[in-house]
Structures are given as structure tokens and as C-alpha cells.
């Protein structure tokens, strides 16, 4: 019968992690992945540049994640940023800082990550079987082996790293959250995250494609102001995406609950006053010209009839006729135009699972199940998620690491004490 001290389910960013830190432990160790490549999803991660970490202290990193962050205390304190640049850099991945903290390889190459891991994993001695595991069998209250798809294998420690749901072609397609639950473990309810928003407004069907640079973006949660960003966007056939969008979707904790809106500022480095002053100044400069066409410097063309439209402005008035109270309804238009949130883009295209094993069953301090012995967990599979930033791929890391540790540790001492029974 094939055996190993620790079987890792999942050979992404965590799997590979704790497999690594599993085998310097001393135990023999099994990545099972359905995939053919170890790290599939680490592959195309960052747009293929892998944003790996993000340079930032402790209290930053910890602001970065809306959950349970203080279930992250004890592993991410024992592996920071800090450290996982070291670990990297020390492994022949030159790295480098780029706006925001985040951190990328130098060769701006997400295979570099992911063979980096995958060569650790081939030099500690670590197996790999390009299999799928479809349960994990208990014998004396404590994990003895994973059942795949070609056989059972036995083994000391079991470690679930089979990530969440998003982007399924890679792998991830929650198999995880079975087998936590054929444990008795809660998975907190999922939903896709750091993804577009569907918005209520026909309009974003007519700018499909239109994508907006330095603007200031405004997320509300039953009317209150939940978050506020500068940067890009663009819109798309059903609601919004881009960076501010992103980001903004992983604030929304409770959509189909609670009431979110979108408020666009499409001229953040203006104050009213100046704006005001700007839209009077191209007023009088196209004076003669129909009032759409007389707003041509300060916005995209295809932006115009919307911004129009929210204003209650007729566009075929000529410049010089448009009054103060319409001039001001275009600027609160540009200043506050608003999008009423219907709900986010599927799973298949977020960028991470928000929910998962409930981190309150596992202990943060190993990784390990609080309900069997020998079972343990790391990344994405738990309820813990971060921002756009590289903060996701740290969670992978230090969970993964614990998690490995721990049950390398632990299959170990398993072991000995079976030897002198
Ligand atoms: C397009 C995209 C870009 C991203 N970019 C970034 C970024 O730049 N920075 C960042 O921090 N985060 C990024 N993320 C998020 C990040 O990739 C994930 O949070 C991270 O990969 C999670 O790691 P994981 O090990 O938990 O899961 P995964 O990396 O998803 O690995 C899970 C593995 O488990 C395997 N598996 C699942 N079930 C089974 C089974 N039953 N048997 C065997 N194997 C199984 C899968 O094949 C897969 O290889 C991105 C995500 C996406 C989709």
C-alpha cells in the first residue's frame, strides 16, 4: 500500500508551501493535484506577473483583511511579507516593490514563482501524483489516509489545500469544503470576490468597453459610506469592473441582504467650486455650439448623453442658454454619478473565494482541525480573504507554512511513538 507521513490535497500556492515546509520537518511527503502542473492558478496570478506579497508592516497588512484577520496573527507574524521577500529572493527569485508595496518577481513572470516552489518541493524530497482525492478516511479518531481516484494512500496528517471556488478551470472547484463538512466542519456561506459588479443602470451596457482613469470611487452599504478610492475602472455589458471595482466587491459582505450603491466622482481633483468655474469656462468658449458637444474637453464622448440624461439636461439647448440650475445638476452629475448595485460577477471570474472553513474550528496556531486530529488546512479553502495588493498569495504563504510545520512535526512524533508501542 503507498503510504506517506503527510499527504498535502492541493499543490497551489499553500499546498506548495506546506508540502516544502512539511518535508524540512524531516516527514515524507505526497502533493496530490488534479493538475498535470504544480501552482496552475499561481501561474497566471498578478496578469502573469504574479503580485506575490505586498511589502507592507503588520498593522497595514492586517487592515488589508475585512474577516477573521486575527486568526492570522500567529502564522503571518511568524512569516511576513518581510520574510516571504527573503524567502524568495534566497531562492533564486530576484524581486521587486512596484506602487502600492506590491511586490513582483523582477522578471515580471509568475512561472518563476511557481517553478521556484516546485523545485523546493522536488529537492526536499517531496512526491507528487497528478490525481484527485475524493475523501479523507478517519481509523482510531484520527486521519489515516486520503481515497483518490486511483486508490486509497495511507498516511499520519492530512493537509486540505485544495483553495476555494474561483476560476474552477484551475482546480479549485471547492472540494475542500466536502471534505471539511464530512468532518463536521461550518463553511461559511461563498461568494465570489475582488470581482465586477452588476449594476441596475442600462447605461453601462452603452459605455461597455469605456474605461476611466484617475476618478474617485464611493461604495455605500444601506446608505452608509463603506469605502472611498482613487484610480481606474471601466465599464462593462453588465455593471462595472477594474481595480476600484475590484476592490470595492470585496467590501460587499452582504450583497442580496443589504442595499449597495456605486458613486462615481469623474472629477476628483476638482473641488465644486473649481468644476463649477471649468464647466462656466467651456460654457462660454463653445457658447454657440449645442450644449453635447460643448462638453467634449471635459469627458469622454460616449460619457456625455449619460452625464446628460442624469442631469435632466437637454443636449440639443445651445451653451449660451443653459442656466445655473441645469450647470449645476451637470456638475453633481460628475461629481456624485451614481450606480445602484444588483449583485457581483459569477465565481468563475473572481479572483478569490470569500467564506470557507470556518476559522474559528481550526486552530491558528497549527493549522489544525479543532474537530480530528491530523487534519489540517491552509489558504484559500478557509474563511479568510484579502484586498487586491498581493495580501491573498500572503495568507497562501503563512498558512501554508503553519499548516506544513505542523503536520510535518506532528506526523512525526506520530510515528515515533508507534515505534515504541
Ligand atoms: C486570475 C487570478 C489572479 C490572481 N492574482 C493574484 C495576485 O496577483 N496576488 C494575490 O495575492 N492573489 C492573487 N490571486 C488569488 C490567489 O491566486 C489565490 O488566493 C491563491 O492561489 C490561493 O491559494 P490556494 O493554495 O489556497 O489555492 P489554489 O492556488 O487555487 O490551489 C488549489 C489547488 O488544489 C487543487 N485541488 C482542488 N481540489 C482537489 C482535489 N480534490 N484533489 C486534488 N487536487 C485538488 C487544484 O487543482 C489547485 O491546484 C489571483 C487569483 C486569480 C484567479
Given at each position: 500500500m503507498e503510504n506517506a507521513d503527510v499527504i498535502v490535497i492541493g499543490g497551489g500556492a499553500s499546498g506548495m508551501m506546506a508540502a516544502y515546509f512539511a518535508a524540512c520537518e524531516g516527514a515524507e511527503v505526497l502533493i496530490l493535484d488534479k493538475n498535470r502542473q504544480l501552482g496552475r492558478k499561481l501561474r497566471i496570478t498578478g496578469k502573469g506577473?504574479?503580485?506575490?506579497?505586498?511589502?507592507?508592516d503588520r498593522r497595514e497588512f492586517f487592515e488589508?483583511?475585512?474577516?477573521?484577520?486575527?486568526?492570522l496573527y500567529s502564522s503571518v507574524t511568524a512569516f511576513m511579507p518581510q520574510e516571504v521577500m527573503a524567502f524568495f529572493e534566497n531562492h533564486g527569485v530576484p524581486l521587486k516593490t512596484e506602487r502600492g508595496k506590491r511586490v513582483f518577481p523582477q522578471s515580471d513572470n509568475a512561472n518563476d514563482v511557481a517553478d521556484c516552489l516546485a523545485g523546493l518541493c522536488r529537492r526536499a524530497g517531496v512526491k507528487v501524483k497528478k490525481t484527485a482525492a475524493v475523501g479523507i478516511s478517519v481509523h482510531d479518531g484520527r486521519v489515516c489516509g486520503v481515497k483518490t481516484e486511483d486508490g486509497f494512500i495511507g498516511c499520519r496528517a492530512c493537509i486540505i489545500c485544495t483553495g476555494g471556488l474561483s476560476y474552477p478551470l484551475t482546480g479549485s472547484t471547492g472540494d475542500g469544503y466536502r471534505f471539511a463538512k464530512s468532518f463536521g466542519h461550518t463553511v461559511n456561506s461563498l461568494r465570489p470576490s475582488l470581482v465586477s459588479i452588476c449594476c441596475a443602470e442600462t447605461c453601462c451596457a452603452d459605455l461597455q468597453g469605456l474605461s476611466l482613469r484617475n476618478i474617485g470611487l464611493k461604495l455605500f452599504e444601506d446608505g452608509h459610506l463603506l469605502s472611498s478610492e482613487l484610480g481606474e475602472m471601466l465599464f462593462t455589458h453588465c455593471g462595472v469592473s477594474g481595480p476600484l471595482v475590484l476592490s470595492a466587491s470585496a467590501r460587499m459582505r452582504h450583497v442580496g441582504e443589504r442595499a449597495y450603491r456605486l458613486e462615481i466622482d469623474l472629477k476628483p481633483a476638482l473641488d465644486i467650486k473649481t468644476l463649477d468655474q471649468r464647466i462656466l469656462r467651456d460654457l462660454q468658449k463653445y457658447q454657440n455650439k449645442e450644449l453635447r458637444n460643448a462638453l467634449a474637453d471635459l469627458m469622454p464622448h460616449a460619457l456625455i448623453p449619460v452625464i446628460l440624461m442624469s442631469a435632466e439636461a437637454d443636449g440639443f439647448q445651445k451653451a449660451n442658454a443653459v442656466n445655473r440650475e441645469t450647470r449645476l445638476r451637470i456638475l453633481h452629475a460628475l461629481k456624485t454619478f451614481t450606480l445602484n448595485v444588483t449583485g457581483t460577477g459569477s465565481f468563475e471570474e473572481a479572483i478569490v473565494t470569500s467564506?470557507?472553513?470556518?476559522?474559528?474550528?481550526?486552530?491558528?496556531?497549527?493549522?489544525?482541525s479543532r474537530f480530528m486530529p491530523g487534519l489540517y488546512f491552509a489558504g484559500e479553502v478557509l474563511d479568510l480573504d484579502g484586498y487586491t495588493g498581493g495580501f491573498n498569495l500572503q495568507i497562501a504563504w503563512s498558512t501554508g507554512r503553519l499548516a506544513g510545520i505542523s503536520a510535518g512535526k506532528q506526523s512525526l512524533a506520530d510515528s515515533e511513538n508507534s515505534d515504541e508501542e
Amino acid at each position: 500500500m503507498e503510504n506517506a507521513d503527510v499527504i498535502v490535497i492541493g499543490g497551489g500556492a499553500s499546498g506548495m508551501m506546506a508540502a516544502y515546509f512539511a518535508a524540512c520537518e524531516g516527514a515524507e511527503v505526497l502533493i496530490l493535484d488534479k493538475n498535470r502542473q504544480l501552482g496552475r492558478k499561481l501561474r497566471i496570478t498578478g496578469k502573469g506577473r504574479c503580485n506575490l506579497t505586498n511589502n507592507c508592516d503588520r498593522r497595514e497588512f492586517f487592515e488589508n483583511i475585512p474577516g477573521d484577520g486575527k486568526f492570522l496573527y500567529s502564522s503571518v507574524t511568524a512569516f511576513m511579507p518581510q520574510e516571504v521577500m527573503a524567502f524568495f529572493e534566497n531562492h533564486g527569485v530576484p524581486l521587486k516593490t512596484e506602487r502600492g508595496k506590491r511586490v513582483f518577481p523582477q522578471s515580471d513572470n509568475a512561472n518563476d514563482v511557481a517553478d521556484c516552489l516546485a523545485g523546493l518541493c522536488r529537492r526536499a524530497g517531496v512526491k507528487v501524483k497528478k490525481t484527485a482525492a475524493v475523501g479523507i478516511s478517519v481509523h482510531d479518531g484520527r486521519v489515516c489516509g486520503v481515497k483518490t481516484e486511483d486508490g486509497f494512500i495511507g498516511c499520519r496528517a492530512c493537509i486540505i489545500c485544495t483553495g476555494g471556488l474561483s476560476y474552477p478551470l484551475t482546480g479549485s472547484t471547492g472540494d475542500g469544503y466536502r471534505f471539511a463538512k464530512s468532518f463536521g466542519h461550518t463553511v461559511n456561506s461563498l461568494r465570489p470576490s475582488l470581482v465586477s459588479i452588476c449594476c441596475a443602470e442600462t447605461c453601462c451596457a452603452d459605455l461597455q468597453g469605456l474605461s476611466l482613469r484617475n476618478i474617485g470611487l464611493k461604495l455605500f452599504e444601506d446608505g452608509h459610506l463603506l469605502s472611498s478610492e482613487l484610480g481606474e475602472m471601466l465599464f462593462t455589458h453588465c455593471g462595472v469592473s477594474g481595480p476600484l471595482v475590484l476592490s470595492a466587491s470585496a467590501r460587499m459582505r452582504h450583497v442580496g441582504e443589504r442595499a449597495y450603491r456605486l458613486e462615481i466622482d469623474l472629477k476628483p481633483a476638482l473641488d465644486i467650486k473649481t468644476l463649477d468655474q471649468r464647466i462656466l469656462r467651456d460654457l462660454q468658449k463653445y457658447q454657440n455650439k449645442e450644449l453635447r458637444n460643448a462638453l467634449a474637453d471635459l469627458m469622454p464622448h460616449a460619457l456625455i448623453p449619460v452625464i446628460l440624461m442624469s442631469a435632466e439636461a437637454d443636449g440639443f439647448q445651445k451653451a449660451n442658454a443653459v442656466n445655473r440650475e441645469t450647470r449645476l445638476r451637470i456638475l453633481h452629475a460628475l461629481k456624485t454619478f451614481t450606480l445602484n448595485v444588483t449583485g457581483t460577477g459569477s465565481f468563475e471570474e473572481a479572483i478569490v473565494t470569500s467564506g470557507g472553513v470556518n476559522t474559528r474550528e481550526v486552530n491558528p496556531r497549527s493549522m489544525e482541525s479543532r474537530f480530528m486530529p491530523g487534519l489540517y488546512f491552509a489558504g484559500e479553502v478557509l474563511d479568510l480573504d484579502g484586498y487586491t495588493g498581493g495580501f491573498n498569495l500572503q495568507i497562501a504563504w503563512s498558512t501554508g507554512r503553519l499548516a506544513g510545520i505542523s503536520a510535518g512535526k506532528q506526523s512525526l512524533a506520530d510515528s515515533e511513538n508507534s515505534d515504541e508501542e
